[in-house]
């Protein structure tokens, strides 16, 4: 029987920071610009004036410290708030692509593979930069790969479905080597001119090699289950997609972005996300004190608290439950990958440690990993 390893990661970090002075600086000046704008509706009651932000507000509300993008610039303009990409031509390689390739190359390296080696690529992200071809395909032809590829988007939750799938292909002899990417560029689908969110994301790419245990070329994590969930809800949504146009929705709008309802997200992800990793761990004969790690979505530091205490029955050690949200900020589905790759080197053998990652669907997906 061939059981499922992950060989080898790799993490893409954008080199643009944005600190939380410098976001704080540029939305500030944006909603004074706003005011003095919009000054007779809002003394009207007609409109209303939007309230500054700060650091501290930041810091108390997500943990977030700083976060990596792809372009800064735009961001911290006043009069353009998102980020400033310029489209490519046809022949060129897609952005998203272009971080892939980085992040696979690390992930390839680690794991002792080639390009050549790699028969299946899933590219799995909350968002992609087109509809077609398929993002997953261009990387396969920039990595010179075999097999086959395609996207996947369950978004925050999309690597660690995309881990099953690829874990269940190897598993089933479908695929040899497998890479599951993770391209974010969540600074593009963020309203940074919404106070209550507009420090939520930032960008970065994760790449995760899955091959049978037995091709393992050094240290690896046996990955021991895979359980993943869904539960429809509205309460995270962004609305934009090919159908825009037909509906005659092509100006400005503001739920064509991220849309959140955070407390409502905290009422209900949190016991689900609780309950599913209790349950995976009981089904797997799985003790809450034999567990050595958890990597959790890095969304916010409060719910990762929330979930640890309720998994372990206790505050968890930082060790723990590692935590890279505060110089990542939220990356969407790559936050747990980035916590694996750099807080699991110092495992050791027959230690057990669990993915998790959660978000709009809702979605939640879990691998129970043992370093071999």
């Keep these: 029987m061939i059981t499922p390893a992950i060989t080898g990661t790799g993490v893409f970090t954008p080199p643009d920071i944005i600190t939380n002075d410098e976001l704080v600086a540029a939305f500030n000046a944006y909603a004074d610009k706003f005011n003095a704008d919009h000054a007779d509706e809002i003394a009207k009651g007609l409109v209303l004036a939007k309230a500054h932000s700060s650091s501290e507000f930041i810091v108390n509300a997500s943990g977030i410290h700083q976060r990596h993008v792809m372009d800064k610039t735009g961001v911290l303009n006043p009069d353009v708030m998102h980020p400033v990409l310029p489209a490519r031509s046809d022949d060129r390689p897609s952005l998203m692509a272009e971080m892939a390739l980085a992040a696979c190359r690390i992930a390839l390296d680690r794991a002792g593979r080639a390009g050549q080696d790699v028969d299946l690529i899933i590219c799995s992200a909350s968002n992609h930069e087109r509809a077609y071809p398929a993002i997953a395909v261009e990387i396969q032809d920039l990595l010179g790969a075999g097999g086959f590829a395609f996207d996947m988007n369950v978004a925050c939750s999309s690597a660690t479905f995309g881990i099953q799938a690829a874990a269940d292909m190897v598993r089933s002899g479908s695929a040899r080597c497998a890479i599951v990417v993770n391209p974010e560029i969540c600074s593009a689908h963020l309203e940074w001119r919404d106070r209550d969110c507009h420090f939520i994301f930032g960008d970065v790419c994760t790449a995760t090699v899955i091959e049978p245990d037995t091709a393992a070329t050094s240290d690896y994590f046996r990955i021991r289950s895979t359980r993943c969930a869904t539960q429809f809800s509205n309460n995270i949504r962004n609305n934009n997609g090919f159908l825009r146009r037909a ?84 990356t969407s589905s790559a936050g747990s990958i980035i916590a694996f790759s750099q807080n699991s080197d110092d495992l050791k053998a027959g230690d057990i440690g669990l993915i998790c990652s959660f978000g709009a669907g809702y979605s939640v997906g879990s691998v129970l990993v043992e370093r071999v």
């Design 247 to 330: 509906h005659q929705q092509m100006e400005d709008r503001r739920d064509m972005q991220f849309m959140q309802e955070g407390r409502r997200v905290f009422k209900e992800v949190l016991p689900m996300v609780s309950q599913h990793i209790q349950q995976h761990l009981q089904d797997e004969n799985v003790t809450a004190d034999q567990l050595g790690r958890l990597w959790l979505h890095q969304a916010n530091k409060a719910m990762n608290d929330f979930i640890g205490r309720k998994v372990l029955g206790r505050v968890p050690e930082p060790h723990e439950q590692p935590n890279i949200l505060q110089d990542y900020a939220n």
